[in-house]
């Protein structure tokens, strides 16, 4: 019971930093945003330490998360990658999570249509968006391409996932993947090409939205298993 009670106070905490960061952004208030970015992802990990705390990969994901989130603000080309590099981390376990969950192998799968469908959308979807964007990106383009790459590769693998073994905490995982592209294709164009300060906004917005159902997933997985 105490534990459900304390589970609130993070929840309040993320929600706030949330509201905070949102406006800050759509501002151009880079330094309060910075401020309260922390609070995005400390609050989840606290929240599932003190409730359930069993999967290792939590704690990893959302450092990494953490790490990318507070540098990734930097228009400097080494801070910039060097949060690519903590966002790639967290997308590799993304995968692994993925790999684990498979029933049977994917080369089995592959076989039916309903299974390649998904891979073929995410990767038409990848070739279009990196073809506008690259006269953008410049020396960016490598390591773009790579990070762009392993969530293009994550999604349509847990939407495989999905379809081969549905449940609860999958449907939050495979969400927050696919709003993970969807975010990670907002912020490539906005940052590169568009620069609205609106869009800033709305890119924290599913950002946010991508950690909490990515912690829900984490969270009713152990709760189901328990």
Known sequence: MLVNHLSTYPRILFLIATIIIIISRMLGMDLVALIFTPFLTLPLIYDYHISVGK??????????????????????????????????????????????????PLVKLMNQWK??????????????????????????????????????FAAPLGVIVYLNKKSKP??????????????????GLNRFYLKSYFLHGIETLLYTSTLFLIFLYFKTKSNDEL
């Open 55 to 104: 999967d290792q990969a939590a704690y990893f994901i959302f450092s990494f998360c953490f790490l990318g989130d507070m540098i990734v603000l930097s228009d400097d080309f080494y801070h910039f990658t060097s949060a690519l590099m903590a966002y790639w981390g967290a997308s590799i376990i993304y995968c692994l999570i993925l790999s684990r969950e498979l029933e049977k």
């Open 115 to 152: 299974y390649i469908l998904p891979f073929g959308i995410f990767i038409i979807y990848f070739v279009f968006l990196m073809t506008f964007l690259k006269p953008y990106l410049e020396e960016l383009f490598i390591p773009i391409t790579i990070y762009a790459t392993t969530i293009t």
């Open 170 to 187: 999958l449907g939050y995982f495979i969400a927050g993947l696919i709003l993970l592209n969807i975010t990670a294709s907002i912020i």
